[in-house]
Protein backbone atom coordinates (compact mmCIF):
# COMPACT_ATOMS: atom_id res chain seq x y z
CA UNK A 1 0.00 0.00 0.00
CA UNK A 2 1.61 3.72 -0.55
CA UNK A 3 0.57 6.73 0.80
CA UNK A 4 -1.34 7.90 -1.85
CA UNK A 5 -3.52 5.12 -1.28
CA UNK A 6 -6.86 5.36 1.68
CA UNK A 7 -6.14 2.91 4.35
CA UNK A 8 -7.96 -0.44 4.00
CA UNK A 9 -9.70 0.06 7.55
CA UNK A 10 -10.79 4.05 6.48
CA UNK A 11 -13.99 5.17 4.17
CA UNK A 12 -12.83 7.26 1.17
CA UNK A 13 -13.80 10.77 2.18
CA UNK A 14 -12.73 12.24 -1.03
CA UNK A 15 -15.93 11.53 -2.69
CA UNK A 16 -17.77 13.25 -0.02
CA UNK A 17 -15.33 16.55 1.09
CA UNK A 18 -17.31 19.31 2.36
CA UNK A 19 -18.07 22.06 0.28
CA UNK A 20 -16.71 25.81 1.42
CA UNK A 21 -19.97 26.71 2.95
CA UNK A 22 -19.16 30.18 4.87
CA UNK A 23 -19.73 29.95 8.65
CA UNK A 24 -22.30 32.40 10.47
CA UNK A 25 -19.16 34.16 11.63
CA UNK A 26 -18.50 34.39 7.54
CA UNK A 27 -15.14 31.63 7.93
CA UNK A 28 -15.02 29.49 4.66
CA UNK A 29 -13.75 25.87 6.16
CA UNK A 30 -10.78 25.20 4.87
CA UNK A 31 -11.18 22.03 2.10
CA UNK A 32 -7.06 20.70 2.82
CA UNK A 33 -4.89 20.05 5.17
CA UNK A 34 -2.22 22.70 3.98
CA UNK A 35 -5.11 25.43 4.08
CA UNK A 36 -6.12 23.89 7.46
CA UNK A 37 -2.05 23.41 8.83
CA UNK A 38 -2.11 27.61 7.25
CA UNK A 39 -5.15 28.38 9.01
CA UNK A 40 -4.19 26.83 12.68
CA UNK A 41 -0.68 28.85 12.04
CA UNK A 42 -2.38 32.40 11.39
CA UNK A 43 -4.38 32.39 14.42
CA UNK A 44 -1.13 31.46 16.52
CA UNK A 45 0.35 34.41 15.14
CA UNK A 46 -2.70 36.53 15.72
CA UNK A 47 -3.11 37.43 11.89
CA UNK A 48 -5.85 35.61 11.29
CA UNK A 49 -9.64 37.19 11.96
CA UNK A 50 -10.83 33.74 13.61
CA UNK A 51 -9.76 33.79 17.08
CA UNK A 52 -9.78 30.13 18.99
CA UNK A 53 -8.67 30.27 22.77
CA UNK A 54 -5.24 28.35 23.81
CA UNK A 55 -7.04 24.86 24.55
CA UNK A 56 -8.92 25.09 21.24
CA UNK A 57 -5.37 26.16 19.25
CA UNK A 58 -3.64 22.92 20.87
CA UNK A 59 -6.46 20.75 19.86
CA UNK A 60 -6.74 21.87 16.52
CA UNK A 61 -2.51 21.34 16.25
CA UNK A 62 -2.67 18.08 17.64
CA UNK A 63 -5.61 17.18 15.20
CA UNK A 64 -3.92 18.09 12.67
CA UNK A 65 -0.71 15.50 13.62
CA UNK A 66 -2.71 13.48 13.78
CA UNK A 67 -3.82 13.05 10.27
CA UNK A 68 -4.88 9.77 8.53
CA UNK A 69 -4.88 8.32 11.98
CA UNK A 70 -7.68 5.25 12.77
CA UNK A 71 -8.31 7.55 16.23
CA UNK A 72 -10.00 10.16 13.42
CA UNK A 73 -12.65 7.56 12.39
CA UNK A 74 -14.98 8.75 15.44
CA UNK A 75 -14.94 11.87 17.54
CA UNK A 76 -15.15 9.81 20.56
CA UNK A 77 -12.08 7.96 19.42
CA UNK A 78 -10.13 11.28 18.71
CA UNK A 79 -11.70 12.84 21.92
CA UNK A 80 -9.76 9.89 23.78
CA UNK A 81 -6.23 10.30 21.65
CA UNK A 82 -6.56 14.05 22.53
CA UNK A 83 -7.67 13.66 26.20
CA UNK A 84 -10.45 16.35 25.47
CA UNK A 85 -13.89 16.09 26.08
CA UNK A 86 -15.55 15.62 22.05
CA UNK A 87 -18.00 18.58 22.43
CA UNK A 88 -14.27 20.46 22.26
CA UNK A 89 -13.67 19.12 19.15
CA UNK A 90 -17.00 19.55 18.17
CA UNK A 91 -17.28 23.04 18.69
CA UNK A 92 -13.97 23.04 17.53
CA UNK A 93 -15.14 22.15 13.75
CA UNK A 94 -17.96 24.24 14.27
CA UNK A 95 -15.59 27.78 15.10
CA UNK A 96 -13.34 26.54 11.77
CA UNK A 97 -16.55 26.78 9.60
CA UNK A 98 -17.54 23.48 9.12
CA UNK A 99 -21.26 22.60 9.78
CA UNK A 100 -20.39 19.59 12.19
CA UNK A 101 -17.25 17.47 13.07
CA UNK A 102 -17.86 14.81 9.70
CA UNK A 103 -16.73 17.76 7.67
CA UNK A 104 -13.11 18.44 9.67
CA UNK A 105 -13.11 14.18 9.33
CA UNK A 106 -12.97 14.65 5.74
CA UNK A 107 -9.87 17.08 5.77
CA UNK A 108 -7.83 15.21 8.09
CA UNK A 109 -8.32 11.63 6.98
CA UNK A 110 -8.50 12.68 3.33
CA UNK A 111 -6.38 9.90 0.94
CA UNK A 112 -2.35 10.85 0.35
CA UNK A 113 -2.12 11.39 4.52
CA UNK A 114 0.01 8.90 6.24
CA UNK A 115 -0.80 7.74 9.89
CA UNK A 116 0.96 9.37 11.94
CA UNK A 117 0.72 7.42 15.37
CA UNK A 118 0.05 4.08 13.80
CA UNK A 119 2.91 3.02 15.87
CA UNK A 120 3.57 5.73 18.61
CA UNK A 121 3.07 3.96 22.18
CA UNK A 122 4.51 4.29 25.57
CA UNK A 123 7.35 6.35 24.53
CA UNK A 124 9.80 6.41 27.83
CA UNK A 125 8.41 3.72 29.63
CA UNK A 126 8.08 1.66 26.73
CA UNK A 127 12.09 2.23 26.52
CA UNK A 128 12.70 1.58 30.25
CA UNK A 129 10.67 -1.79 30.18
CA UNK A 130 11.54 -3.49 27.31
CA UNK A 131 12.51 -6.91 27.04
CA UNK A 132 16.73 -7.15 27.60
CA UNK A 133 16.40 -9.98 24.97
CA UNK A 134 15.06 -7.59 22.34
CA UNK A 135 17.39 -5.03 22.08
CA UNK A 136 17.70 -5.04 18.16
CA UNK A 137 13.78 -4.75 17.70
CA UNK A 138 13.54 -1.73 20.41
CA UNK A 139 16.29 -0.72 18.42
CA UNK A 140 14.32 -0.95 14.89
CA UNK A 141 11.52 0.56 16.21
CA UNK A 142 12.77 3.59 17.31
CA UNK A 143 14.39 3.61 14.21
CA UNK A 144 11.21 3.18 12.05
CA UNK A 145 9.21 6.27 13.79
CA UNK A 146 12.29 8.24 13.39
CA UNK A 147 11.99 7.60 9.36
CA UNK A 148 7.94 8.05 10.11
CA UNK A 149 9.05 11.61 11.82
CA UNK A 150 11.08 12.62 8.71
CA UNK A 151 8.66 11.88 6.26
CA UNK A 152 5.78 13.32 7.85
CA UNK A 153 8.11 16.74 8.29
CA UNK A 154 8.79 16.18 4.31
CA UNK A 155 4.76 15.98 3.56
CA UNK A 156 4.01 18.94 5.46
CA UNK A 157 7.18 21.05 4.18
CA UNK A 158 6.37 23.68 1.38
CA UNK A 159 8.98 24.87 -1.32
CA UNK A 160 7.47 28.36 -0.03
CA UNK A 161 8.77 27.59 3.60
CA UNK A 162 12.16 26.28 2.04
CA UNK A 163 12.22 29.24 0.07
CA UNK A 164 11.44 31.86 2.92
CA UNK A 165 13.89 30.26 4.97
CA UNK A 166 16.73 30.21 2.91
CA UNK A 167 16.21 33.43 1.43
CA UNK A 168 15.59 35.21 4.73
CA UNK A 169 19.33 33.12 6.42
CA UNK A 170 21.04 34.11 3.37
CA UNK A 171 20.40 37.67 2.88
CA UNK A 172 20.12 38.99 6.53
CA UNK A 173 23.47 40.88 7.64
CA UNK A 174 24.04 38.66 10.33
CA UNK A 175 22.50 34.97 11.80
CA UNK A 176 22.31 33.90 15.52
CA UNK A 177 20.71 30.81 16.86
CA UNK A 178 19.44 30.00 20.06
CA UNK A 179 18.22 26.74 21.61
CA UNK A 180 18.70 25.11 25.36
CA UNK A 181 19.35 21.70 26.80
CA UNK A 182 19.39 18.95 23.53
CA UNK A 183 18.60 21.86 20.82
CA UNK A 184 21.39 23.94 21.85
CA UNK A 185 23.21 20.80 19.71
CA UNK A 186 20.93 21.27 16.95
CA UNK A 187 21.57 25.15 16.79
CA UNK A 188 25.38 24.67 17.47
CA UNK A 189 25.81 21.72 14.11
CA UNK A 190 23.13 24.41 12.06
CA UNK A 191 25.23 27.16 12.97
CA UNK A 192 28.23 25.52 11.98
CA UNK A 193 26.55 24.44 8.66
CA UNK A 194 24.94 27.80 7.78
CA UNK A 195 28.63 29.16 9.05
CA UNK A 196 30.03 27.22 5.98
CA UNK A 197 27.93 29.06 3.41
CA UNK A 198 28.11 32.73 4.99
CA UNK A 199 30.01 34.72 7.19
CA UNK A 200 28.51 36.38 10.70
CA UNK A 201 26.73 33.15 12.11
CA UNK A 202 26.88 32.05 15.59
CA UNK A 203 25.05 31.36 18.18
CA UNK A 204 23.55 33.57 20.27
CA UNK A 205 24.94 33.17 23.64
CA UNK A 206 28.41 31.89 24.01
CA UNK A 207 30.77 31.61 27.28
CA UNK A 208 31.70 35.08 27.04
CA UNK A 209 28.66 36.80 26.39
CA UNK A 210 25.35 36.34 27.46
CA UNK A 211 21.66 36.53 25.78
CA UNK A 212 21.16 40.12 26.72
CA UNK A 213 24.59 40.64 24.98
CA UNK A 214 23.45 38.57 22.07
CA UNK A 215 20.52 40.47 21.41
CA UNK A 216 21.74 43.86 21.85
CA UNK A 217 24.29 43.49 19.54
CA UNK A 218 21.79 42.68 16.63
CA UNK A 219 19.97 44.99 14.54
CA UNK A 220 16.61 45.32 12.74
CA UNK A 221 16.37 42.83 9.64
CA UNK A 222 18.97 40.37 11.17
CA UNK A 223 17.81 37.08 11.46
CA UNK A 224 17.41 34.75 14.95
CA UNK A 225 16.49 31.34 14.61
CA UNK A 226 15.27 30.02 17.59
CA UNK A 227 14.50 26.53 18.14
CA UNK A 228 12.15 24.26 20.88
CA UNK A 229 9.46 21.67 21.49
CA UNK A 230 6.99 21.04 23.78
CA UNK A 231 7.26 21.07 26.53
CA UNK A 232 8.88 24.47 25.23
CA UNK A 233 11.73 26.63 27.30
CA UNK A 234 10.22 29.59 28.49
CA UNK A 235 13.52 31.74 27.82
CA UNK A 236 13.64 30.87 24.05
CA UNK A 237 10.16 31.71 23.78
CA UNK A 238 11.05 34.92 25.84
CA UNK A 239 14.24 35.41 23.82
CA UNK A 240 12.14 34.82 20.23
CA UNK A 241 9.30 37.41 21.97
CA UNK A 242 11.66 40.01 22.38
CA UNK A 243 13.70 39.44 19.08
CA UNK A 244 10.45 40.01 16.68
CA UNK A 245 9.46 43.17 19.04
CA UNK A 246 13.05 44.77 18.48
CA UNK A 247 12.73 43.95 14.56
CA UNK A 248 14.55 41.28 13.90
CA UNK A 249 13.06 38.54 11.31
CA UNK A 250 12.27 35.28 13.55
CA UNK A 251 12.25 31.59 12.19
CA UNK A 252 11.21 29.04 14.65
CA UNK A 253 11.81 25.59 14.59
CA UNK A 254 9.26 23.71 16.92
CA UNK A 255 6.51 21.03 16.48
CA UNK A 256 3.14 22.13 16.75
CA UNK A 257 0.82 24.72 14.91
CA UNK A 258 -0.14 25.69 18.57
CA UNK A 259 3.71 25.96 19.60
CA UNK A 260 4.25 29.03 22.25
CA UNK A 261 6.98 30.05 19.66
CA UNK A 262 4.66 30.55 16.36
CA UNK A 263 3.14 33.40 17.72
CA UNK A 264 6.50 35.02 18.11
CA UNK A 265 7.73 33.93 14.39
CA UNK A 266 7.45 35.37 10.78
CA UNK A 267 8.41 31.76 9.42
CA UNK A 268 7.66 28.54 11.21
CA UNK A 269 9.33 24.66 10.66
CA UNK A 270 7.01 22.29 11.97
CA UNK A 271 8.42 19.10 12.92
CA UNK A 272 7.29 16.00 14.53
CA UNK A 273 9.43 14.41 17.32
CA UNK A 274 7.19 11.35 18.55
CA UNK A 275 8.66 8.15 19.46
CA UNK A 276 9.48 5.26 21.55
CA UNK A 277 13.22 7.39 22.80
CA UNK A 278 13.18 8.27 26.58
CA UNK A 279 13.62 12.12 25.68
CA UNK A 280 12.25 14.33 22.69
CA UNK A 281 13.47 12.93 19.45
CA UNK A 282 16.20 15.25 17.52
CA UNK A 283 16.71 12.85 14.75
CA UNK A 284 13.83 14.59 12.52
CA UNK A 285 15.41 17.81 13.81
CA UNK A 286 18.73 17.55 12.37
CA UNK A 287 17.43 15.84 8.76
CA UNK A 288 14.92 18.99 8.68
CA UNK A 289 18.33 21.13 9.22
CA UNK A 290 19.88 19.39 6.77
CA UNK A 291 17.53 20.11 4.10
CA UNK A 292 17.14 23.74 5.12
CA UNK A 293 21.02 24.30 5.08
CA UNK A 294 21.41 22.66 1.64
CA UNK A 295 18.43 25.22 0.29
CA UNK A 296 20.55 27.58 1.20
CA UNK A 297 23.08 26.50 -0.36
CA UNK A 298 21.52 26.14 -2.89
CA UNK A 299 19.99 29.81 -3.19
CA UNK A 300 23.56 31.06 -2.82
CA UNK A 301 25.02 29.77 -5.90
CA UNK A 302 28.32 30.40 -6.49
CA UNK A 303 28.63 32.91 -2.95
CA UNK A 304 28.51 29.44 -1.60
CA UNK A 305 30.98 28.13 -3.55
CA UNK A 306 33.22 30.68 -2.80
CA UNK A 307 33.20 30.55 0.57
CA UNK A 308 33.82 26.89 0.96
CA UNK A 309 36.68 27.37 -1.60
CA UNK A 310 38.03 30.13 1.37
CA UNK A 311 37.17 27.55 3.75
CA UNK A 312 39.23 24.54 2.18
CA UNK A 313 42.00 26.71 1.35
CA UNK A 314 42.51 27.52 5.47
CA UNK A 315 41.76 23.96 6.18
CA UNK A 316 44.64 23.21 3.88
CA UNK A 317 47.10 25.73 5.19
CA UNK A 318 46.66 24.83 8.77
CA UNK A 319 46.81 21.07 7.77
CA UNK A 320 43.69 20.60 10.38
CA UNK A 321 43.07 17.18 8.70
CA UNK A 322 44.48 13.70 9.26
CA UNK A 323 45.49 12.19 5.75
Known sequence: MTDLEPHPHMPDYSRSMPTAEPSSEGHSPP????????????????????????KAQETLARLIDLQGDQALLSISTAARRLQVNPSTISRLARSLGYEKFSGLQAVLLSPGLSSSHSFYRN????????????????????????????????????????????????????????????????CSFSAYGIGMLRSDVALLSDANTGIAEGLAAMSPGDVLIAAS????????????????????QTLAITDYASSALVK????????PHESSFISN?????????????????????EAAVDELTRRD??????????R
Open 281 to 301: SMVAYFAAMECLINACATLAG
Open 229 to 248: CKPYTRQVVDVCRLAQQSGM
Open 264 to 271: HADLSILI
Open 123 to 186: HATQALQADRSCLHSQARQLCEENQHNIERFLTNLTHEDITAFATAVMHAPRVRLYGVRQFHAL
Open 31 to 54: QDIDSLRELALSIARGESSLRLGP
Open 313 to 322: QFITALDVEI
